[in-house]
């Protein structure tokens, strides 16, 4: 090979591999990097500034030079390092000026990336796509045992994005999660490879543009925006089913972006042979790459998925309510965190701690037809509708998890005093027992005793909101 030939080969290379690599991570070690040699035995010397260079890149980098070298040619058999000083040089011409190789994208890079999104101007307006959700990652997606595949693809893709499986394509019921994978790698690949661009946008977007485009003549500039990304996510691919135009523009896309090797990630509720009305060519690119399912969490991972949003939301609630929610919502994430948000919002407007019948009443308001495993709220209301003290007495021992004799005896301790307290004031209020009457029920205590109970709760209820909540939902239990 001539000196010219070598050094655009190893431009080439590096142009290949690049999207794969952190820019810093190129600017620091391929730095005034050259091919040397290759041999009639298929080696080839690649030539480095320094001994880190040769360290760093030999280790980490060997494998991907290798195959995009064999991919331009297929003579090449292996690939060794030579440390040549003179390559540091300043005036040094042989070796590759890597800064270069970036420059044409220093303009996309100011007017693209800040927004993490493409524009495309037709005349004065812009149209943009939807910005990336920062709460999706791929840390706080709970996978659970059935999804480790897709999500490992996931991690996969946005550690190396155009390198393993693409395009990737993510299929699975409403509610599962399509959409916070798709975005989580859109989000992780952008910490990894802040240099790249990347584009989400539902396929009915998609549409939406491809129609307007046509309509206003900007197809060249619609087509730039789409063409020129690293990272191309697709939500909703169904969607595409009988748009043909919409369909013709997206395979010349696909195409282009493949052909670069940028990476391609699509979504959808079914898999690409099961999409109605969709162009063959389109459901044969979508299956060539790695086509994984999503499924319906089992119980541990429906669990795990509440507590990862009380996290979220800061918010502590009864693990047994927790278990209550995931064993009544099956098929759903989506639910799974609507019902969570709902009950909240309701403890907080009334004041009321979360309960396993709160959560259930819920549930069927959502879905009328729906049975409640574990809670019948309708037997439940009728043996809330309390008439004797004996009655709260047992709703307040059940609701602080203690046993009766805890609630009437002896024990000074606060997690036993306070409940005591606590049912004497609701016996007071509600049932209008007098303190003589309490006091009887409570082993025989003193009626001073009983005052003494309901005015320090009456002081409490003052400024401590717990209490106050706590009471609340017990009155609820009640049926009050």
Known sequence: MAQRDTKQLWVDVIERIKPTIQKAHILTWFAGSAILEKKEDGTVIVGLATTFAETWIAGKYTVKILQALQEMDDSVISVQYQVCPRLAEKNNIEGVDVKSLFANEEKKVKKVRNLNEVNVSRGGEKISSKILNERYTLFNFISGRANLLPHAACTAVSSAPGGVYNPLYIYGSVGLGKTHLLQAVGNEVLKNFPDMVVKYITAERFV?????????????????????????????????????????????????????????????????????????????????????????????TRVAILNQKCKEFQ??????????????????????????????????????????????????????????????????????????????????????????????????????????????????????????????????????????????????????????????????????
Not at 213 to 237: C, E, P, T
Not at 259 to 273: C, V, W
Not at 367 to 376: L, P, T, V
């Open 208 to 300: 939406t543009e491809v129609v307007a485009a046509i309509g206003n003549r900007y197809m060249s500039s619609f087509k730039d925006q789409y063409r020129n990304v690293d990272v191309f996510l697709l939500d909703d691919v169904q969607f595409f089913a009988r748009k043909d135009s919409s369909q013709q523009e997206f395979f010349h896309t696909f195409n282009e972006l493949y052909d670069r090797n940028k990476q391609i990630i699509l979504t959808s509720d079914r898999p690409p042979k099961e999409i109605d009305d969709l162009d063959e060519r389109l459901k044969s690119r979508f299956g060539m790459g790695m086509v994984v399912e999503l499924i319906p969490p089992d119980f541990e």
């Open 315 to 480: 918010l502590i609630l009864d693990p047994e309510v927790l278990q209550f929610i995931a064993t009544n919502l099956t098929s759903n994430v989506r639910e799974l965190e609507g019902v969570l948000r709902q009950a909240v919002a309701e403890s907080e407007l009334s004041n009321k701690v979360t309960t396993i019948r709160s959560v259930a009443e819920i549930i069927r308001k959502l879905n009328k037809a729906q049975e409640i495993i574990g809670y019948d709220i309708d037997a439940r209301k009728n043996q809330a509708m309390v008439k004797t003290s004996c009655d709260v007495m047992n709703i307040v021992s059940d609701y602080y998890r203690l046993t009766m004799d805890d609630l009437i005896g002896q024990n000074r301790h606060k997690e036993f005093m306070i409940p005591r307290q606590v049912c004497m004031y609701i016996i007071k209020h509600e049932l209008g027992e007098s303190y003589e009457r309490i006091g009887a029920e409570f082993g025989g205590r003193n009626h001073t005793t009983v005052m003494h109970a309901c005015r320090q709760t009456e002081k409490i209820l003052k400024k401590n909101v717990k209490i106050v909540r706590d009471i609340n939902t017990i009155k609820k239990e009640m049926g009050l």
